[in-house]
């Protein structure tokens, strides 16, 4: 069963750099496509951006100067980096797999704060 | 981007009533759209794919469905275990947007 789980601090300062973990067991990152979706307090959620099975990347177009998605194929696991938080930033972050475009297996999410 | 305009934010029903959540979408997005269902404490869960495709497992008292630019997700007769948030997600142009959910509350 594919299984995702994501990782990283719960509390970030203003201005420094969010770094999450994605760890996924039962299915290889080297297939498919896989994201990270974020759901802020009050319920909105956001599609953030997503890393191919060859390791190209897709951001959005808000995010796209302060987003990095990458990888590691040893350890089947991708990351998330968005730098310059704000208090705007927090929210509960998941990350997901991609089916025919479409997230069908999500992770549990994790809660990050922005404060100082 | 494309804005999905989800209605109602917040609704309470009763045990066994019919409900209907509803996204329009901005522009065409074909059957580009998928229902997530979410639980506290849970990740989301797809339970409509394409517009109107039950997910596996889904109970068949949920429906989707398509007038034009109106997507709705349909519950027949409403039990306990519906209570929930609910979003739609539009996936046929980048970025992919959500509708604002949609709080299920009991009555």
């Known amino acids: 069963e594919v299984q995702l789980q994501e990782s990283g601090p719960g509390l970030v300062k203003p201005s420094q750099s969010l770094s999450l973990t994605c760890s996924v067991t039962g299915y290889s990152i080297t297939s498919n496509y896989w994201g990270w979706i974020r759901k802020f307090p009050g319920n909105k959620m956001e599609w953030m951006g997503y890393i191919s099975y060859s390791g190209s990347t897709s951001y959005n177009p808000s995010l796209k100067s302060r987003i990095s998605i990458t990888r590691d194929t040893s350890k089947n696991q991708f990351f998330l980096q968005l730098n310059s938080v704000t208090t705007e930033d927090t929210a509960t972050y998941y990350c997901?797999?991609?089916?025919?475009?479409?997230?069908?297996?999500w992770g549990q999410g994790v809660m990050v704060t922005v404060s100082s | 981007d494309i804005q999905m305009t989800q209605s109602p934010s917040s609704m309470s029903a009763s045990l066994g009533d019919r409900v209907t959540i509803t996204c329009q979408a901005s522009q065409d997005i074909g059957n580009n759209l998928i229902w997530f269902q979410q639980k506290p404490g849970k990740s989301p869960r797809p339970m409509i794919y394409?517009?109107?495709n039950l997910a596996n497992g889904v109970p068949s008292r949920f429906s989707g469905s398509r007038s034009g630019s109106d997507y709705s997700l349909t519950i027949s007769s409403l039990e306990s275990e519906d209570m929930a948030d609910y979003h739609c997600?539009?996936?046929?142009?980048?970025?992919?947007?959500f509708g604002a959910g949609t709080k299920l509350e009991l009555k």
């Open positions: 997600l539009q996936y046929k142009q980048y970025p992919d947007t």
């Open positions: 997901a797999r991609y089916l025919r475009r479409v997230p069908d297996y």
């Open positions: 394409y517009a109107t």
